[in-house]
Nanobody, 126 residues
């Protein structure tokens, strides 16, 4: 499956953004989907994952309560709603897809994901 993330931008602290991840090539509904982020000079960081059907989600502790992952399989699209943005949320955000078992995927390890989008930049000014 090919993925393309979009929706990033330059925003102010406290603003909201909705990132999108458009999938093509193979049945999106067959993949678990995740979001990761990478700030300059830092390693790629797990943000959230959602299972194939959209019934289960897991979040990094640092984003719980502000981030919401979702998907609409009929549209082959996943989403990441980000509320109350903070300067420390500044990063390139990547969507990813996995065929691994859900018990593996929810660990949030990047190596569990075989397909990656190109990333969309989110910059939060204080």
């Amino acid at each position: 499956v090919q993925l393309q993330a979009s929706g990033g931008g330059l925003v102010q602290a406290g603003d909201s953004l909705r990132l999108s991840c458009a999938a093509s090539g193979r049945a999106f509904s067959g993949y678990h989907m995740g979001w990761f982020r990478q700030a300059p000079g830092k390693e790629r960081e797990f943000v959230a994952v959602i299972n194939r059907g959209g019934s289960s989600t897991t979040y990094a502790d640092s984003v719980k309560g502000r981030f919401t992952i979702s998907r609409v399989n009929a549209k082959n699209t996943g989403y990441l709603q980000i509320n109350n943005l903070k300067p420390e949320d500044t990063a390139a955000y990547y969507c990813a897809a996995s065929l691994a078992p859900w018990s593996i995927v929810l660990r949030g390890t990047p190596s569990s994901f075989g397909s990656w989008g190109q990333g969309t930049q989110v910059t939060v000014s204080s």
